[in-house]
Structure formats: structure tokens, C-alpha cells
């Protein structure tokens, strides 16, 4: 154990609690005081956006699309091209927080996969890493301590979960405009490869305060198990409401501990697709509708009743904790509606052994099943990676540049080595040039350096082209659908703090009437709590910056 | 040699370390602290150990009257007064709901629950062989060691919906019983994770105090015909009294937290007008939304009821003759 | 406690059956005993069937688990050990083990001997300042500090990223110095005072009489101490910055709750992990045996009639 310098004044000074609490208390920097109005959609507005340069060094199999599709990679590119000449770092160190979702990786003196990649990036990478599930709680402490990474991701989410997060921004963190800005940026050509579409997440007090990390546009995938449809006999691409009530009554038997779902929110997405709710809120003339208030949730709602009725939903659909993704894998459910698309290689791995598993993806159609329901795009970040104010400019430049290594594109150079590590330590090479994670690889390249700068989402299933199509197919018909959430990129602080408390309480209510212990009528009152609790406020909030102007700059 | 000078001290006053209440012998502050040093000084680290860990960030408590934002401190936070209370006098129904279900869960749970150990300590220590008494006790104090959310799942697996005894009840043609997710069921099944859980650990505090027991004492009784009922009634349960007295109150002194981690977990099925407590309402009103003063204002809260309590209990102890957590 | 008239060392063993029954107990009647068996034999298979469970889920393969519909089997079906070798790959684990064990040894070490230091100041009644210290004690009971407070404590106080971080904020648990404190109450004030007519100091007293007469309490309450050190991980996740320095709770935590989120960022290539469940229950195994071999070590110092012998006053 490193034995701490704790003497015995420090242990006085300590003692002597009031002084001590105060000096905590008043910690953080004192510049200017609170200042709300600094993030105004006149001054957003005014944000310039990065200007967007596609990444043209490789082709891919099949391009992606200005709506959003992902570009598609049948197998992994066999030359891999350098996309940062220079090293970006000057020796020294930066530092990073971010969350991650894979058991720790050792630390960088027994990981060479850690050690390959600060000489690549000429410094020594520290990072702190938070499982997904602490980060919040990690994320205010660190904010409170004011003990700064120089790179720090925030909560996933959209907005962020932050309160007060312009004010934090401005006062914390750095303004990035003078570096990112229109063409400014294309002295990071890898963060000029990031859509704009991402870049609006991260405009907040007039300026570029993060780097977005982009993740594709259609948010979620259907999954269902191809397999088990065609065991039961019904088609994978049920049309209208009747036909997947009976397809999910079809793959439904609780003697053989079958269900067609798992959790509530698995029928209630598509269901919501399906009567054309809006994608969280509608936009008619600067006025915003919340899918709580339509008609069609309301119908959603008496579908999810008779769903529940039927008994298509696993009994313990509404215990949150429902180990989804396991029974999913074991067959006892079939469809597994609201799962992140990134879902699809860990699917694929983990039923690798599985001969019978037949991954496929459901294309939803409208109630009376005559067209395609309309898309729900996703939000298109995962978080931004907020940099920490330096006194040197120079630290600044050095801090991007890494970032500008970190998000280098499919197929570069950096990018096999930041996914794959080093060929013959951390993977092979498959027959068709798919790089393939060794034991080494696994453990040692899970640092969640993906959530401080990542490059577009690239279609890609090592080993299996056929997928690359047939996602990209699901892709392209589903986008072309697609409709936004209007008030993506916008910040409503209401929807960063109070939104989640009233919204389970909303969901806690909806799922007493699905279940029948509360009568229908409750929802009218369920809306009204909301509204008053959050709803109403947020609407106020994104209205606002949507009338002033035409919203964040686009 | 300070060793002693306080030796020669304790010499000379024996009987200030026998009853404190006896009057005469109460030296002034000084001396007795010159007396005492020694003692004092053995105490010392954990003392401020104490201060320095618990206090001081108790101090921290006063962002309950904050709307505290971490990225400006308590000093720059703004101060609203008892805004974060009023809770207290809104009287909303959701708090109602949370605050009857608080206190229906401690009575169960201080009624039912915590005299399962003291029993189950009782039973082990009823069985004669030393070996199977402790093989007994390394098996029953295992749950203790999961978390509640694998107890949670456990529990789910193995008596949900569509756990294993339905699977097997609707495998052979039996009706299912439903007992997780019902929310009249809610109450019995915190109750019965909790004594699965907690009751064998629970035992290794009485099982401790029982050892102190002189086993003459019950060699003594059994000569002169005592049963073993007796020597229970009248040996063992007497010896233990003072201890199981003093948990209790402590037991009360957190009356107004009930489980937090394991209902929040299991929240979603029942809904909340069952499953609603103190805890769960402060965090589903405030935490999620990052409302640290709430959080501090409920910890409060909670703390001035726990000294009531504890007051009152520890009056009514020594009513009773007992020593309680604290003397007179 | 009625340990009234009471002397030391009395440890002599007495003379007992070959089922352990002492001479001068009498056989239970048949209906007592049955119902002891059947009360005990209960509570017994509550507890082994569900540990059964975790432990053959742990060793099961997927197709187990698969034909179990996702869920806990009876029977592993085979030993498939994948879910332990990912857990203990890479030495993350075991070198988290060790960091894990140094700091229950000596956090429950430190614990120990600052919680009796207080107790027995506090126990004797009357000694200087320990009624205002037992208020504060109860108060550190009822009322507790918040997060960040916390974490402002240890980060003023320089301890971020120490091992000490993880231990001193904790060392001192006030419910276990009132237990202690009270135990030490309960013995023979008769001892102190000859020890002290003989002229030994309270320090002198506290090794040579009160410890020796409380390994009870001292077993239970470093049983206590040692399984709060073991298992903690929140304070690590808030204090420790450098992964390799994280005790095993937070470790195995990362492989627990990240994969269980609804729409999951896992993005990108890794290898397949061993079935979920199998994975959760192989690390149960993993993060409760070490502390359970402490146990029987204790268990001893329970033992009937060994701490306190009788005097004749």
C-alpha cells in the first residue's frame, strides 16, 4: 500500500471542521456569477458549426446515406491507411473520464495494448474509468471536488443528465469555437469526419463546448429470432396490429417457457410505432405536443392492455431488472423490440455456438399494416467529451489532437489499432483479413477511449459479410421514414433534473393500467402529474429556443 | 511516570469506575481528565477518527436549506430557506402513501424480523453437539453475503412467474401461484427476503453474548431440576436481555429506513401505491433529478426522528431497569 | 448480564459425552427433538437450495442455461468452467484479490484496535468526557453525511486515489463501539479494580484483562468490520481514480451491472462472453468464498463457557 503523507497538522487542520468544510465549500472557482441567460438561442444561433469533410480514404462496400444509413463493410479493409501523420502528443500526460461497459482492463504497466497506444499517441493516457451504472453519481462528485480530467465525458443522454450543464460548461469547461469552428476544424480531419447532425449536441453559451461521439441515426434495432419465427410459422415482417398480435400469440407458450416479449417497453415501442406516435415530442408551428399527451399513446396504451391480456408478454415484463438480453438468447422470448443497435455483433458472439440462432430485424408497419410505420431516428450522441479549461493554448491543440487520433475513421490505421490492438499480440487475421481479438485482446483493449472520441458508426460484422447487407438494407428502409425528435440538441435543464423523477412515476401509472390494477380513466390524471411535475416546464424550455429561432443551428 | 500517576489515580478512586451516578466521589473536570488521560488516550484515534469522518461532513448537511449544485459548492450554491422540507407540510399523498408504508414495514419489521436471530440463536444454542452447531451456523449465515440484487433475482428465479416453482406448477397442470408482483403480497415478500437474508448473521451477536454465559450456571440449575426450558427462561434470556435491548433501540433510531436497495429493486412490478417508502420517494422525487438538498433535508429529517426514538426507548429502558444505550 | 460473580482463566475443559452433550444435560425428549430437527432442517434447505442453484448456474454452459429458459438450473449438466476463466483472464481479479485482502487485514486490524480504544474509554462510566462521546457516537448512528461531503473530506484531506481512502473514512463504525462499549460494560468490575489496587494502568488493563475476556465481541465485531472492508465498493468508485488500484467488489461490480443495461453502448468487436448468468454466479462464488473461510476461524472464540469461567466470589 503507498503510505500517505498524513501528518499530524493536517490532521489538526482537519479536525477544525468548520474551516476546513468552508474551504471545501468554496473550492470551486469563483468567476462571474450565475448566468442562465448566457445560453440563449440568439447566441447558439450564432454558433458556427464545424464544417463537415468526409473521410474519403476508403470506399465502402455500400455508402452510407446523407439521411443517416451507416456505411456498410462487407470485411475489413485490407489496406488500412494512416489518417494522422503526426504524433499528436508532446510527451508528458492528458487525462480522461469516461464510463465503460466491459470488466476493467489491466492497468497501462501490464497492458501492452495501454502502452502501444500512448507512444502512438505521444503521451501517457491516464484514465479513469466508471462502470455505466455509477457514472452519474461519480460524475457529480468529481464536479463538486472540482478535481478535473482534462477530458470528461458526460452521463449519456440527450441532453446530458447535467443540471445546469451551460452554466457548468462555461465556468469548468472549454470553449472550443476559436479551435473546431468552420474550417478551423480541418486541422482535425478526423473530428471534420463527425456529421453535423452530431455536432448540435454540444453548441451550448454561443460556442462548441465538446466533442459529440456520434452514433448512428437509427438509434435502436428490432431484434427478433429469425429461428424462432420460422419455427412457429409466421412471418418476420408482420403487417399491421392484427397480424402481430397473432404472430406474437404464435410465438407464445408458457408450458414450454416461451413469450414473444420480455419487457414492457419491448411491445410498447413498436405499438407506439405502429399508431404513429410522435418520436417524444411532435413540432406543429413552434408548439410541441409530448407523446404522453396524444391520442395515440392513449391507443398505444389499450393495445399494451390487450397485449398483456393475451399473455404474449413474459410475467415479469415489468420487473426492470429482467435479464432481457439473457433471455433473448435462450429463446424463451422472440422479439426484442428496444435494444440498442450496437446489439447486434454482441448477439451475434454470444450465440456463436448456437446453430439454430437466426438473428433478423422486424420492420414495423403501420396499424392497418399498409405501409411502414414511421422511424424514430435516434439522437446521434452517445454524450460529449467536455474538455477542461488549460492556461496553455498549446495544451489545448495537443488535448485535440489526441481526440483527432482517438476518432480516426473505419479501416485507418489508428482505428485498427484503437478496436484491435497490435496483429499477432491482440488479433489475428482471419482468412478474409478480419482482425480477430485474442485472450490478450479482449482483456487488454477495453478502455473506454470510445467515449472520449469516436469516429461515425461503421456497419461491420467480422467474419459475416451477409450481415453488412442485410443491415444496411434494414437501414435504408427504415430511415427514409425516419422523423427527428424536434428538440434534439436543444438543452432543457427541467429535462436533465426533474424529467426522470416525473417520467417514472409516469410509467410506474401506465403500467398499473396495463396490468388492470388501475382503470383506464387513471391515464388522464397521469398526464396531468406529469405535465405539472415536468412536462410542462420542459415544453416551456424547448419552446422557447424552437420559436426564437429555427431552434440550434443546423 | 504518567503510567503511573494515573495507576496511583485509579488507586485512589476505585469507585468512580463502579456507578457514576454515586455523587460523592466526582472529581472536577481537570483532575479527572488528568486521572483519566491515559484512557482518554486509547480512545483518542478512533475518536477523531469519528469527528473527523463523520462530523465534518456532517457539517455538509446544511445544503439541505441549499439548492445545492455541485459545480458551485455550498458557498456559491443559493440558500432557500426550508424549501427542500416541504415535503413535510405539503402532505401530498404520494409522501402519505411512502410514510404509511414506512411505518407499517418498521413495525412489521421490528416486531416480526428482528427477533428471528435471538430465536434461531437460541435454537443452535440448544443443540449439543459444538460441531453440528457450528456447521449449522456457517450455512445459515450465508445469504448475508449477497447483495440484494441477486437475493432479489434469487427470489425471482426461483418463486416469479415464471420461475422454477411455476415452471414446474404449469408443467403439471397446476393453476400458478403468483406471489412476486402482487402488491397485497408485496409487504410479506420484503419480510421473508429480509429473515432469509439477515436472520442467520443476525445470530452471531447473541451467539457471542451467549458464550459469556458461565456454564456452571446451568450446571447448577440442572443439579438442582431446572429443565432446559428453564435454564433458558431464566439464564440465558436474562444474560441476553441488556444486548437485545440496546440493538433495539438502535434498531429504532433508523425506524424511517426500511430497506432502500431492496424495494427500489422490486418497485416496478407491485407499482408504487405498494411499494412506496421514505427512501424510495425521496429518491424517485429527488436523486434521480440530482436534488441533493432534498436528499439532505430527508437525511435530517430522518435523524431528528431517529433521536426522538431513541430518547423515548432509552427512557423507557430504564424505567425498566435497563441500561439502555446511554445512562442516566 | 448475570456474570456477577465471575473470575479469569477458568478454561479447564469439562468433561462431556461423545456427542458433546455435557454430563449434566439430559436427553431432549423425542417430540423436542424432532421439532428442533425439522425447524432446523428447514431453514437449512431454504439457504442450500439456493446456493446449490448459484453454484451449478456458475458452472453450467449455455445450453444449460438455454433449456433452462435463461434461467437458474438445479444441475450444471457438465462442468464448464469458461464463466471462471473469464472472470480470473488478464489478472485484473486476482490482483484485486490481493489489494482486497491487504485492506480488509488491515482496516479490520486498524478498526479493531480503534473501536476497542474507544469502547473501553467509554465503558467506564464516569471517565473523562465519555458521556458527551457516547452522545456523539449515537449521533454518528442516526444522522448520516452525504456523498459529495464526503468525498470533499477525503479529497482535502489528500487520501484520493490512496488505499487509505478506503479504509480510514470507515474505520470507525459508531453501532459496532456502542456494541463493544456495552460488552465491555458487562464485565466483572471486581477484575478492574484489584488490577488496579496491583497498579496496573488502563492501558495495562485493557491487554491484560478486557481483551482477553472479550474474543467474543472482538470475533464478532472484527467479523463485522472485515466483511464491510471486503465488501465496499462504492467508496473505491468514488475515491480510487487508478484501476489498478480497485478493490474486488468494484472489479467484479463492472461485470455484474454493465451488462444488464437496457440499450447497452457496447459497441464494437469483443469476444463472446460465457452466458450471462453463468458469469453473475461464477463471480458470487468468487467474491464470497475468501470471506467465508474467515468465519470458522472465529466461530471458535463463540465456543460455550471458554471466555468467562466461573469464580466463587
Known sequence: MSPVAFTRRQVLAGASGTALLMGLGLSGCSNG?????????????????????????????????????????????????????????RGGSVSGMANIYYAVPPGPDRNTYWQGLNERLGTNLELQMVSNADYQQKFATTIAGNEL???????????????????????????????????????????????????RSSVYNGGIYGIPIPRGAVGNYHFIRKDLFDKAGVSAEPKGYEEFLETAKALTDPAQRRWAFSLWNQPRTVLGRMNGEPNVWREE???????????????????????????????????????????????????????????????????????????????????????????????????????????????????????NWLAAPFGTEE??????????????????????????GTTNTVLPIRYLADSPYTIYQPGRPQDADYQHAYQSQAIPTGIENPVVGLFSNTAA?????????????????????????????????????????????????????????? | MALDQTSKRLQAEPIDWGDSSAPAARPRRLARLSRDKLLVLLGLPGAVALLLFQYVPLLGNVIAFQDYQPYLGIGESEWVGMENFSFLWEANPAFLTALYNTLVLTVIQTVLVFPVPLALALLLNSLAGERLKRLLQSILYLPHFLSWVIVVSLFQQMLGNAGMLNTFLLQNGFPIVEIIGVPELFKALLTAQVIWKDAGWGTIIFLAAISRIDQEQYEAAAVDGANAWKRMWHITLPSIKGLFILLLILRLGNSLSVGFEQIILQQGPVGLPASEVLDTFVFNNGIVGGDWGLSAAVGLVKGVVGVLLVIGANKLAHAFGEKGVYEK | MSTDQATIGDDTVRPEQANGRPVWMEKPSLLVQALKFIALAISVALVIIPFWSIIATSLASQETINAAAGGMVMWPGGIDLTAYQAVLSGGVVTRAMIISILITVVGTLLSLATTAGL?????RSGSFGSKPMVILLLGA???????????????????????????LPVMINAFNVIVMRAFFQELPQELFESAAIDGASSATILVRIVLPLSKAVLAVI????????????????????????????????????????????????????????????????????????????????????????????
Open chain 3, 141 to 167: 448512528v442516526l444522522f448520516s453525511p452525504g456523498l459529495i461531503p464526503n468525498y470533499l473530506v477525503v479529497k482535502e484531506l489528500g487520501l484520493l486515489d490512496s488505499y487509505w481512502s478506503l479504509i
Open chain 1, 415 to 440: 482505428y485498427l489499432y484503437r478496436l484491435f490492438g497490435q496483429e499477432g499480440v491482440d488479433h489475428e487475421k482471419d482468412a478474409d483479413g478480419n482482425p480477430v481479438l485474442t485472450k490478450t
Open chain 1, 497 to 554: 433534473t426533474d424529467n426522470a423523477p416525473a417520467d417514472k412515476k409516469f410509467i410506474d401509472g401506465a403500467n398499473e393500467i396495463v396490468q388492470g390494477r388501475q382503470p383506464f380513466s387513471q391515464l388522464a390524471e397521469l398526464v396531468a402529474a406529469w405535465r405539472s411535475e415536468a412536462g410542462d416546464k420542459m415544453r416551456a424550455e424547448y419552446q422557447e429556443q424552437l420559436q426564437t429561432g429555427a431552434g440550434a443551428p443546423r
Open chain 1, 149 to 199: 480530467p482534462d477530458m470528461l465525458q458526460t452521463p449519456n443522454g440527450s441532453p446530458p443528465p447535467v443540471a445546469n450543464l451551460p452554466q457548468l460548461l462555461q465556468r469548468r469547461f472549454t470553449d472550443l469555437s476559436e479551435h473546431l469552428s468552420g474550417d478551423a476544424i480541418k486541422d482535425y480531419p478526423n473530428l471534420a469526419n463527425i456529421p453535423t447532425r452530431t455536432w
Open chain 3, 119 to 123: 469502547a473501553y474509554w467509554l465503558s
Open chain 3, 222 to 313: 472484527g467479523l463485522f468490520y472485515a466483511v464491510a472492508y471486503w465488501n465496499a465498493f462504492f467508496n473505491a468508485l468514488l475515491y480510487i481514480q487508478t484501476t489498478d488500484k480497485w478493490p474486488m467488489a468494484l472489479v467484479l461490480r463492472t461485470f455484474v451491472v454493465n451488462q444488464t443495461t437496457i440499450g447497452g453502448d457496447q459497441l464494437g468487436p469483443a469476444e463472446a462472453l460465457p452466458p450471462q448468468l453463468s458469469l453473475q454466479m461464477a463471480i458470487l462464488v468468487i467474491a464470497v468464498v475468501p470471506i467465508l473461510l474467515v468465519y470458522p476461524f472465529l466461530q471458535r472464540h463463540f465456543a460455550k463457557g471458554v471466555m468467562i469461567g466461573a469464580v466463587k466470589g
Open chain 1, 33 to 89: 456569477s450565475k448566468s442562465a441567460e448566457t445560453n440563449s438561442v440568439a447566441v447558439n444561433n450564432a454558433a458556427v458549426l464545424p464544417t463537415y469533410i468526409p473521410y474519403t480514404g476508403l470506399e465502402p462496400d455500400l455508402p452510407g446515406t446523407e439521411e443517416g444509413v451507416d456505411p456498410a463493410f462487407r470485411n475489413f479493409p485490407s489496406e488500412n491507411p494512416r489518417s494522422v501523420p503526426e504524433t499528436p502528443g
Open chain 1, 285 to 403: 408551428g413552434g408548439n410541441l405536443t409530448h407523446r404522453y399527451e396524444t391520442e395515440e399513446y392513449a391507443q398505444t396504451l389499450n393495445d399494451m392492455i390487450a397485449f398483456w391480456k393475451a399473455g404474449v408478454m413474459h410475467p415479469d415484463s415489468f420487473n426492470p431488472a429482467q435479464p432481457f438480453k439473457q433471455l433473448f438468447n435462450a429463446g424463451t422470448v422472440a422479439i426484442n423490440a428496444d435494444d440498442g443497435y450496437p446489439g447486434w455483433t454482441q448477439y451475434i458472439l454470444d450465440n456463436q455456438d448456437n446453430e439454430e440462432f437466426e438473428l433478423g430485424l422486424m420492420p414495423v408497419y403501420n396499424r392497418d399494416g399498409s405501409d411502414l410505420a414511421p422511424w424514430h431516428l435516434g439522437s446521434g450522441i452517445f454524450s460529449i467529451t467536455m474538455i477542461k479549461q488549460q492556461d496553455d493554448p498549446e495544451r489545448l491543440k495537443e488535448i485535440l489532437r489526441v481526440l
